[in-house]
Nanobody, 119 residues
Framework: QVQLVESGGGLVQAGGSLRLSCAASGRTFSSLHMGWFRQAPGKEREFVAAISGNGVNTYYADSVKGRFTISRDNGKNTVYLQLNNLKPEDTAVYYC????????????WGQGTQVTVSS
């Protein structure tokens, strides 16, 4: 079993930056495909970014491409999401998820961290 704990959220003005972290328990972290998702009030959870187990491949939603960067440190069992040039529409609860190889869905989820961007 893998437990995920997000941190780093907060209140920031538009144009500002934040760095989210997701720390994972367990010894299988490097085999997990990791992703970040977000859910704004009244909206469904949406994909933000993902990264392969070895960190070579990254994927982004069009809405964050060029502003957000996903990375991971397998030695620290942690995945990061750098959020730059934040906009009010980025306000949401951000969740990290872990997916085992060949799994069709994310198997593990964190509890979420709130990001609020003021205009």
């Amino acid at each position: 079993q893998v437990q995920l704990v997000e941190s780093g959220g907060g209140l920031v003005q538009a144009g500002g930056s934040l760095r989210l972290s997701c720390a994972a328990s367990g010894r299988t972290f490097s085999s997990l495909h990791m992703g970040w998702f977000r859910q704004a009030p009244g909206k469904e959870r949406e994909f933000v970014a993902a990264i392969s187990g070895n960190g070579v491949n990254t994927y982004y939603a069009d809405s964050v491409k060029g502003r957000f960067t996903i990375s991971r440190d397998n030695g620290k069992n942690t995945v990061y999401l750098q959020l730059n040039n934040l906009k009010p529409e980025d306000t949401a609860v951000y969740y990290c998820g872990g997916r085992r190889t060949l799994s069709p869905k994310y198997d593990y989820w964190g509890q979420g961290t709130q990001v609020t961007v003021s205009s």
